[in-house]
């Protein structure tokens, strides 16, 4: 079940940007494990929930009209996918709930141990190394230079999320530097404070060395 899930998660990322393609969801997958094993929660509905967070993406892409809901469009493939694998009703609710509660934009809070891992694991990949490389993964794709003074992004709304505005530094200052305090889990939690810090001291040396500092 699990295979066949990764085959169909890998077909509907293809074509995707480099910052949100299949290489995302396995990194999730991996981190949503790790946590789910730390934390006793089901490894069936986290692995599978992992590798179908994101399906909906593609064809969020496709439609210019989707006000960003990629999320409620993943639970409505997944549902047909998992029935389509057998999965009995009780674990399918909750995968679909795992996969709704993956962010907070539109999607309730994730209320069981499962999605809580998938929350968590989600929000990690933003942080850390992988988050500067996938921060700039993105603002290459939408034509965003290395380096804005903060004086550039200050007086912008924070909830302006257009690419004419972002920045990795920006991005940091109003949201990802926060990330380590949204935490659901105690693994979760010891994970994004490692992320946080190492994340921190990239940014200062990019800013150093944009500086000619160093």
């Known amino acids: 079940m699990l295979a066949r899930a990764r085959d169909i998660s890998r077909s509907t990322h293809a074509g995707l940007a480099p910052s949100h393609d299949f290489s995302h969801a396995e990194r999730v997958y991996r981190l949503a494990e790790r946590i789910a094993m730390a934390e006793g929660a089901d490894l069936f509905i986290v692995r599978m929930a992992a590798l179908l967070h994101d399906i909906g993406r593609a064809e969020e892409s496709k439609n210019k009209d989707c006000e960003d809901i990629h999320e409620e ?4 493939m997944a549902g047909p996918i998992l029935d389509g694998l057998g ?3 009780g674990k399918k609710d909750a995968i679909l709930h795992a996969i709704a509660s993956h962010r907070h934009r539109r999607g309730g ?4 141990l499962e999605a809580k891992c998938l929350f968590d694991a989600d929000k990690l990949d933003s942080l850390g190394a992988v988050g500067v490389a996938r921060s700039y993964l993105w ?5 965003r230079s290395v380096y804005y003074p903060p004086e550039q992004y200050a007086g912008i709304d924070p909830k302006n999320n257009s690419a004419e505005v972002d920045s990795t530094q920006r991005e940091w200052h109003i949201k990802l ?15 994004a404070l490692e992320r946080h810090d190492r994340m921190a001291r990239i940014i200062d040396e990019i800013e150093k060395e944009v500086m000619g500092q160093y």
């Open 87 to 89: 999965i009995q009703p």
């Open 109 to 112: 809070e994730p209320c069981t």
């Open 73 to 76: 469009l993943s639970v409505r």
């Open 139 to 143: 603002l290459g794709e939408h034509g």
């Open 177 to 191: 530097k926060h990330l380590k305090d949204k935490m659901y889990t105690e693994t979760g939690r010891r994970i």
